[in-house]
């Protein structure tokens, strides 16, 4: 069975989920966004918990608070990151996006991509599958997981419930945004869970019928 657990992470409440298949202990850990010892203790117990396997982490994006986390996952557990390229900017300069935050970060000051993401790359969590859609416009490398057998996709910023992800930052497009979330969320399964990378989940459908800025 695909369980996914959700924890709300550091100043900024960032979705970290860790995806996995409970017949292989496998788990994927999707924008990992630890800051502090208390919230990597909360990460770590979990995993020893249920006795996971951390085979991948993976990044929707690299805005600095979906990857405070990173580097600590990848030396704690020896797996690699994973992103769509175009963000690899982003990667390289968590400090200066701390800065425009005013946030001083104080430990390593940037996320390395080991693993290029693009359009439909699958990732595999035990006998499951994430199929990549590449959907830019929040961040030039904003991906979404979506795995059909689970009925879900973790979207990251670039969907929430009633809204979208701002444009406003560095590399961010409005106008592809709603492009992509119309070509490729948008003709998912209505049932399919979303997944959002702050705040609550909604469905496709809910999305379609509700959300105002993609009417």
């Not at 966004?33 to 909360?42: A, L, P, Y």
Request: one cysteine or more; glycine letters at 10%.
């Amino acid at each position: 069975m695909l369980k996914i657990k959700q924890f709300a992470f550091n100043p900024f409440g960032v979705s970290t989920f860790i995806a996995y298949d409970t017949d292989t202990r496998e788990a994927m850990v999707v924008d990992p966004g630890m800051i502090s010892d208390r919230e990597r203790k909360i990460f770590d117990d979990f995993i020893s918990t249920n006795q996971l396997k951390v085979k991948q982490i993976v990044n929707t994006h690299l805005h600095l608070d979906h990857c405070f986390g990173d580097n600590y996952v990848r030396d704690r557990y020896g797996v690699t990151v994973a992103a769509g390229l175009p963000d690899a900017s982003l990667g390289r300069n968590l400090a200066r996006q701390a800065a425009e935050f005013g946030m001083v970060l104080d430990s390593e000051d940037s996320v390395g991509i080991d693993v290029p993401l693009n359009e439909g790359d699958v990732i595999t969590v035990g006998n499951y599958s994430f199929e990549v859609l590449h959907v830019p416009g929040h961040s030039p490398g904003s991906i979404v997981l979506y795995c059909a057998e689970g009925a879900v996709a973790i979207v990251g910023d670039v969907l929430f419930k009633g809204s979208i992800g701002r444009t406003d930052l560095e590399g961010g497009n409005h106008r592809l945004l709603i492009d992509g979330i119309k070509a490729k969320l948008l003709p998912l399964p209505g049932k399919t869970m979303v997944l959002p990378g702050h705040g609550p989940a909604t469905t496709i459908e809910a999305e379609k019928t509700s959300n105002p800025y993609i009417r």
